[in-house]
């Protein structure tokens, strides 16, 4: 059975820090994907990552991947107010077109 | 263009009727996903339809689950006899044929069981 564990589960940062939110999983997998949830809202892809070694970065955040550590990051740069939601990393299962299992989410509070 | 769309938005109903959740999938996407999202139990996926093919059932977690989807566009999720457990967000994804694609969530459903 595969499983995603992403720490921290919690995450109070200040503004202009910098930190990094991990997520690992059990079996192998050569697709992870990140995504963004606002309160009340839904899912919002930001990275989708389908190689060892994968690394993409949109404004402050990095996401990259390796599958022999079955480890993805997610590297918050100077964090601002607005990065302020729940991230979820997720794993493909199945091949290609299959499900996605998710880890638990980390929910990011960026204050002033 | 148009996203995937959910309705209702909203749904509450009394412990032992019967739902049904209706998805709207990105027009030409062939594979729609149903996942539910609980405070106890994070995001878990439901099941799965690709194409014509048979579909994915083995997140269901009952047999009172059970979802279809008509000329491979719309779906619909129905549960019967609800459960005061199955309150949850109700969440639907849609993802184009071919590897690497990411899945496209809809707003999803709040189901709330009295």
């Known amino acids: 059975e595969l499983k995603v564990e992403q720490n921290p589960l919690f995450l109070s940062m200040q503004e202009g820090k910098n930190y990094t939110i991990y997520c690992n999983y059990s079996t192998t997998s050569d697709r992870l994907y990140w995504y963004r949830q606002d309160p009340g809202k839904s899912l919002e892809s930001l990275f989708v990552l389908l190689s060892n070694g994968a690394v993409k970065q949109e404004g402050r955040l990095m996401a990259s991947l390796d599958t022999k550590a079955r480890l993805s990051t997610l590297h918050i740069t100077a964090a601002v107010h607005d990065l302020s939601a729940t991230y979820f990393c997720a794993v493909l299962m199945g091949g290609s077109q299959g499900n996605l299992i998710f880890g638990k989410g980390t929910k990011l509070s960026v204050k002033p | 263009g148009a996203g995937v769309s959910q309705s209702p938005s909203n749904k509450v109903t009394e412990k032992g009727k019967d739902v049904e959740l209706r998805c709207d999938p990105i027009?030409?996407?062939?594979?729609l996903y149903w996942y539910r999202q609980s405070l106890g139990q994070g995001l878990e996926f439901l099941i799965y339809f690709q194409g014509n093919s048979a579909p994915d059932k083995s997140g269901l977690p009952s047999d009172r689950f059970s979802a279809e989807r008509t000329g491979g566009s719309v779906s619909t999720l129905t549960i019967q006899r609800t459960q005061q457990e199955d309150s949850a967000v109700y969440l639907c994804?849609?993802?184009?044929?071919?590897?690497?694609?990411?899945?496209?969530f809809g707003p999803g459903t709040r189901l709330t069981v009295t």
């Open positions: 027009s030409g996407h062939t594979a």
């Open positions: 994804a849609s993802r184009p044929t071919g590897a690497g694609y990411e899945q496209y």
